[in-house]
């Protein structure tokens, strides 16, 4: 997962979008796109699925409403993006997923490319409760999706997630030229 300085970083929710990582994570490089799905006599792969929610009691975040995490599921899969990131950015990643606060813990997954399989550093909520998404993290999660050619079917299935329709200010507003 670790050569020269830099590690892989497989990205499924907003992080998909180059310019949100980029915001405190300004070292990430596109690598690959790839998806985490099971794999026979594979210790450290699993079935996942996408979700969106809220860590524990929380009842609001940044994005205003869930966010994206995995959840083990049987036969099912989450598409992303594998990020190479400087070692000198790792501990603004894991302050970007709250792990200091135990909103997310990190894992290593497998991640099945169009190259090799890779070993990637990724992260999924813990104490996780179900929340639809605001409309303005959906964008982000689906122009990261469209920039980086997710395949069309699973593009289709982002887009078709329900959000809370929250209609104010959020992270969203901070990120720029992400239309161009």
């Known amino acids: 997962m670790s050569s020269r300085g830099c590690f892989l970083y497989f990205a499924y929710g907003s992080n998909l ?3 949100r990582l980029q915001l405190k994570n300004p ?3 596109f690598h690959s796109v790839g998806r985490i799905q099971s794999c026979k006599g594979c210790t450290v792969s ?4 996408l979700n969106f929610g809220l860590w524990g009691d929380c009842t609001d975040c940044a994005w205003h409403g869930g966010v994206a995490t995995i959840e083990e599921s049987e036969g099912d899969e ?4 594998v990020w190479r990131i400087d070692n000198q950015n790792l501990h603004s990643l894991d302050r970007q997923e709250q792990v200091h606060e135990g909103v997310y813990s990190p894992l290593e997954v497998k991640v099945e490319t169009k190259e090799e399989p890779l070993l990637c ?9 179900p929340c639809p998404p605001s409309p303005q993290y959906k964008k982000v999660v689906c122009l990261g ?3 980086n050619s997710l395949p069309q079917n699973y593009i289709q299935k982002l887009l078709a997630v329900e959000t809370n329709n929250y209609s104010g200010t959020s992270i969203l507003d901070q990120i720029t030229d992400i239309e161009k």
């Open 17 to 19: 979008l180059k310019e």
């Open 121 to 129: 550093r990724t992260y999924k909520m813990n104490n996780f409760r």
């Open 27 to 29: 070292s990430a490089v």
């Open 145 to 147: 999706a469209q920039q």
């Open 78 to 81: 989450v598409w992303g993006v």
């Open 46 to 49: 699993q079935d996942y699925r």
